[in-house]
């Protein structure tokens, strides 16, 4: 009776608004309404959004917004005044969800960190840990504090642009900015393509990459974050990882700083399955070789854990050094394997791993 106004949500899915101290509750009334309403799915993942611009795709679309439009509403309706405000300028329930996490910190350990690696994985789709940072208008601060040069020209309005996915006003600001392709413009040090490529803006992020330099790619964000990387976390969309890598394959062995994440482990940990097949297909094995670090070791957890078998069956061929490596917690990976009978059809796939193990 005594709450504030302002922090109140009068509506049938919570009590309360969003904070730090009721995350959990607020969390789980929502993903239950979600679910509820059939719209979780583009959440978590299920349904990823399709690409905008394909007349194959148009169908999908069309239910991908309805389902995406009434998840965001919920939870804009729901959040609260203040943690509104680090949610006004997505279009995406996904990405809402995952500011969310992230900024009240709940359930947000970096994926594929150690302290993940000897637990079972969670239900929800791990997000890179960026509870210390919050979204501002990017043209409250100076970008050259982030790379270290002189702008003098106001990066809100290409912000502003790829959150509206408005390649049109984009492209008019960098005819006449250039160099704003290599500039960090969010207090998270993300660049234009960092943006689209966490929103999952397809084409945006294709002309983008159509005009930047090789080197531009490789920029990181404060977590250490390539464009790949975070459309590997987040948006998770083959055309995505396409057009990066055929610009700078260099970009496949960047680890986050965070959690030291290759973009492959982000992929299939997100539940990313096509582009993190298309990823480890062109991932070179090197960085994923025990002697290198535990990459491999993390990328084989991932796939042993969320059942894409292939990849891990393949990368124990390439490398059978993994086959008893450990993490750093001391656990091997490949001892998920005894307890997998029910990831399997039938018995036989599982009779095929063991008898190739045993040979080994």
């Avoid at 609260?80 to 329930?93: C, D, K, W």
């Avoid at 490529?197 to 531009?216: C, D, T």
């Avoid at 292939?310 to 990368?315: F, S």
């Amino acid at each position: 009776m005594g709450e504030n106004k302002y922090t109140v949500v009068y509506n049938k899915i919570v009590a309360k608004s969003l904070t730090k101290k009721n995350c959990k509750y607020w969390f789980e009334c929502v993903k239950n309404y979600l679910i509820a309403r059939d719209v979780w799915d583009v959440i978590d993942g299920t349904i990823p959004k399709p690409p905008e611009d394909d007349e194959n795709c148009k169908e999908d679309f069309v239910s991908w917004r309805k389902k995406n439009a009434s998840a965001l509403h919920v939870i804009l309706i729901s959040c609260g005044t203040r943690a509104f405000v680090h949610i006004s300028q997505v279009s995406e329930a996904k990405v809402a969800w995952n500011i969310l996490n992230r900024t009240y910190s709940y359930n947000s350990s970096p994926l594929g960190s150690e302290s993940e690696l000897e637990t079972e994985p969670v239900s929800e789709p791990p997000v890179l840990d960026r509870s210390s940072s919050s979204l501002v208008d990017p043209s409250s601060f100076n970008p050259s504090t982030m790379r270290g040069e002189e702008v003098n020209y106001d990066v809100g309005v290409l912000y502003k642009a790829i959150c509206e996915n408005n390649w049109i006003s984009a492209k008019a600001f960098l005819e006449e900015h250039p160099s704003a392709l290599g500039v960090k413009i969010t207090c998270l040090g993300q660049t234009a393509l960092h943006v689209a490529a966490s929103l999952g803006h397809v084409r945006m992020a294709e002309k983008l990459v159509g005009l930047m330099a090789p080197q531009y790619l490789e920029i990181v964000d404060v977590d250490g974050c390539t464009p790949l990387a975070t459309a590997a976390a987040y948006s998770g969309h083959l055309r995505l990882a396409q057009c990066m890598v055929n610009k700078n394959r260099n970009i496949l062995a960047i680890p986050t700083s965070k959690g030291n994440i290759l973009p492959v482990t982000l992929a299939i940990s997100n539940g990313h399955r096509e582009m993190g097949r298309y990823l480890y297909s062109h991932t070179p094995l090197e960085p994923l070789e025990p002697k290198n670090g535990i990459q491999g070791v993390k990328l084989l957890y991932w796939c042993l854990t969320l059942g894409e078998l292939g990849i891990a069956l393949n990368l124990l061929q390439k490398c059978q050094e993994l086959l008893l490596a450990k993490d750093n917690n001391g656990t091997i990976p490949t001892m998920k394997i005894a307890g997998m009978t029910p990831a399997f059809s039938d018995g036989s796939e599982l009779v095929l791993w063991k008898r190739w193990i045993y040979k080994c």
